[in-house]
């Protein structure tokens, strides 16, 4: 767009003339004036032109937008008219020095999304989109997949080197944090037996520790910290766990493994096959605890008890001395 505008290159050469003025497409791009990023959008058909400037648009910044287009456009297409129109809407607008590029991006989302450029662009928003920038670029790296293709340690794809202490382990582990997914060699975070990835979960930089639901026993209940998960029924009340506040103690839920009818099987089924091993999740409530036995109670490395917490496990039967 930069180079349209100032005319470096010849863009649009002669036997694209009629493609160009016919095309009911538009063009949206992005070009920066003294390192100040704007987006322009152009509909050639209509012969008008579309800026937003982070900044906010001037009668001098249109009009001076105008002029450059339309010299541009006439060194292009000496032979067509060479009036154009110009839009520019209400948006929100950049607070700081930096975000320019951010607020485009943005727009040129609104626009091909078909929505109304967004009126308010927090700074919060602004960072959750660089975010969603970066993810969506390093996705979009190589073939697209190399994120989960490659050792974050080694660079390889597979086997691992045999410098390294590998033993016979070519496993591979993903971070359970990261998006997108960071994976490993087994051999490369040090652990040398299959048997040490039974059940376990790994976050970057951490140890390798013992994952709590899935090491759960049967019929094993862990006291765990809700965060602001999404957990569908309670499996006490079926009312969502998820409507519950996060303020202390009901950011405390309980997860039982079991084994649950599959779908169109009854509870009282006596074969085998009926059942599948479930999470099931319940209120901290005297009323929704009924399934559970309190005597296969644990609580979660994440979850630190405050007198509220205490209150409510000892409210439902729990002896909460006995957990820690
Ligand atoms: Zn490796
Ligand atoms: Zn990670
Ligand atoms: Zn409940």
Known sequence: MRQLMDQSVD????????????????????????????????????????????????????????????????????????????????????LDAISCGVFCLKFAECILNGRELCSTFSEDDVNAFRRTIAIKLIELGGSGKWCKEYCRICDRKSPPPLTLPTGKNDQWVVCDQCSPEMWYHAGCLGIK?????????????????????????????????RANKQIRKCGGCSVPISEASLDPPHDMVLLKKMLRPKRNCSWQSKKEDDFVVASVHYHVQPGCIKDIDLGKVILSRDMHLLASHRERLSDIGVNVDSLI
């Open 11 to 94: 863009y649009l050469m002669p036997p694209q003339v009629k493609r160009f003025f016919s095309t009911k497409k538009r063009l949206i791009g992005t070009y920066s004036i003294c390192s100040h990023w704007r987006l322009l959008i152009v509909y050639p058909k209509d012969q008008s032109i579309w800026l937003v400037d982070p900044l906010g648009e001037t009668v001098d910044i249109m009009n001076q937008t105008k002029q450059a287009w339309q010299s541009c456009m006439k060194v292009n297409f000496p032979n067509k008219t060479n009036v154009w129109k110009t839009k520019q809407v209400n948006h929100a607008k950049q």
């Open 193 to 225: 037996e299959t048997s040490q990835l039974k059940d376990v979960s790994y976050v970057c930089n951490k140890p390798i520790v013992k994952d709590e639901k899935l090491s759960l026993a049967m019929d094993e209940t862990l006291i765990r910290k």
